[in-house]
């Protein structure tokens, strides 16, 4: 408000925009996946609880020791262990995910396990 008698000073809105950054720089902020999706195959050398992931896959993901995978509304929880001879996009488990209701060669949800990342 101003003071008897003084007009009241404009502000200029460009200078107020001028502090809001455009869209494209906010687009280049986007933070990394916390999931991804993955081709599950059957590994009989994969030993009971442990999945063979990329270790490529581990750059992108926040995976720790443990990750899980899910696939229609099962979750289970399995020990990492890096393997660079598997193909990126890929992860192997053992063939008694079958017993989890997860067959050979889904598609899975791979995450952090809960309480990491």
């Known amino acids: 408000m101003s003071s008897e008698g003084e007009p009241e000073k404009k502000r200029d809105i460009r200078a107020l925009l001028s502090v809001v950054p455009p869209a494209e720089a906010l687009r280049r902020q986007k933070s990394p996946p916390r999931e991804r999706r993955v081709r599950l195959k ?13 270790p490529g896959l581990l ?14 509304g099962r979750r289970i929880r399995l020990k990492v262990v890096v393997d660079e001879g598997i193909p990126p996009g890929e992860v192997w488990g053992p063939p008694d995910l079958k017993s989890h209701g997860i067959a050979d060669n889904s598609i899975v949800t791979l995450r952090p396990a809960v309480g990491q990342g």
């Open 59 to 72: 750059k992108e993901l926040p995976i720790g020791e443990y990750a899980e995978i899910s696939v229609h």
């Open 42 to 54: 059957y590994n009989p050398a994969v030993k009971p609880g442990n999945l063979h992931i990329n």
